[in-house]
């Protein structure tokens, strides 16, 4: 936790009391989301909740009526997402998350455009993470499997270095045994201490890895705990996990 102004404390990253939409409708109706450093937070809900529209606002992409975004003790709510990549997000979006006329590590390449060190090293740090995108790595990415080019999009992420990865829906479309390695990576990356938010399709399984889970309903917080209380909660396995 960190001091900010007036003496009170703020997680690593929240949107705090985030009302918002497009155009006259509000989707976020004052959800919180919080997620420490190093930690993996998940939302999730039913359809038409409001889970990517409440990403998109901690990433800059909604302007908030209403609440602000923190990020390592400071208001970032008036930064442009661009402004945001710099002071450490990457955000992976559901679709359209590779250029897929170009080879898989000309997509990684692209991922440190804002880098003006030797990025080699990161790279062979998304190889080691993703060894099939090494084997592939001279191959257009459009040419992949939708597994294979979620692992691109992942990887030229990481190559921003970020202190936070916002994961829009990961394992959508892909197979199961696909999904648990993407998982398995998303773990393997919060223990280097960077800080995970995504929102998930597959709730169950995206919360057994959590530390902490929001599910939201309409917009707004219907619970909040750690991955392994909602798991436990029976309203929350009989309503949004099937039973």
């Given at each position: 936790?960190?001091?900010?102004?007036?003496?009170?404390?703020?997680?690593?990253?929240?949107?705090?009391?985030?009302?918002?939409?497009?155009?006259?409708?509000?989707?976020?109706?004052?959800?919180?989301?919080?997620?420490?450093?190093?930690?993996?937070?998940?939302?999730?809900?039913?359809?038409?909740?409001?889970?990517?529209?409440?990403?998109?606002?901690?990433?800059?992409?909604?302007?908030?009526?209403?609440?602000?975004?923190?990020?390592?003790?400071?208001?970032?709510?008036?930064?442009?997402?661009?402004?945001?990549?710099?002071k450490?997000?990457?955000?992976?979006?559901?679709?359209?998350?590779?250029?897929?006329?170009?080879?898989?590590?000309?997509?990684?390449?692209?991922g440190?455009?804002?880098?003006?060190?030797?990025?080699?090293?990161?790279?062979?740090?998304?190889?080691?993470?993703?060894?099939?995108?090494?084997?592939?790595?001279?191959?257009?990415?459009?040419?992949?499997?939708?597994?294979?080019?979620?692992?691109?999009?992942?990887?030229?992420?990481?190559?921003?270095?970020?202190?936070?990865l916002?994961?829009?829906?990961?394992?959508?479309?892909?197979?199961?045994?696909?999904?648990?390695?993407?998982?398995?990576?998303i773990?393997?990356?919060?223990?280097?201490?960077?800080?995970?938010?995504?929102?998930?399709?597959?709730?169950?399984?995206?919360?057994?890895?959590?530390?902490?889970?929001?599910?939201?309903?309409?917009?707004?917080?219907?619970?909040?705990?750690?991955?392994?209380?909602?798991?436990?909660?029976?309203?929350v396995?009989s309503?949004?996990?099937?039973?």
């Amino acid at each position: 936790m960190r001091e900010v102004p007036g003496g009170s404390t703020t997680p690593f990253l929240i949107g705090r009391a985030m009302t918002g939409g497009y155009g006259g409708a509000d989707i976020l109706n004052g959800c919180t989301i919080a997620v420490e450093k190093g930690e993996i937070a998940v939302i999730v809900g039913p359809n038409g909740a409001g889970k990517s529209t409440a990403m998109k606002a901690v990433f800059g992409m909604l302007r908030l009526r209403e609440g602000s975004v923190w990020l390592a003790g400071e208001d970032i709510s008036r930064l442009q997402p661009q402004e945001r990549v710099a002071k450490g997000m990457a955000f992976v979006p559901q679709t359209e998350n590779v250029f897929t006329s170009m080879t898989v590590e000309e997509n990684l390449e692209m991922g440190a455009f804002l880098r003006r060190d030797d990025f080699r090293p990161t790279m062979e740090q998304v190889y080691a993470l993703f060894p099939i995108l090494k084997q592939k790595r001279r191959q257009a990415a459009g040419e992949l499997s939708g597994g294979q080019r979620q692992q691109v999009a992942f990887g030229r992420a990481l190559m921003t270095e970020p202190s936070v990865l916002l994961l829009d829906e990961p394992t959508a479309g892909v197979s199961p045994i696909v999904m648990d390695e993407l998982f398995d990576r998303i773990i393997d990356v919060a223990r280097t201490g960077v800080t995970v938010l995504m929102v998930e399709q597959n709730a169950r399984q995206a919360l057994e890895i959590a530390n902490r889970g929001y599910v939201l309903v309409q917009g707004a917080n219907r619970f909040t705990g750690t991955g392994a209380e909602l798991l436990a909660n029976p309203e929350v396995r009989s309503t949004f996990l099937g039973g």
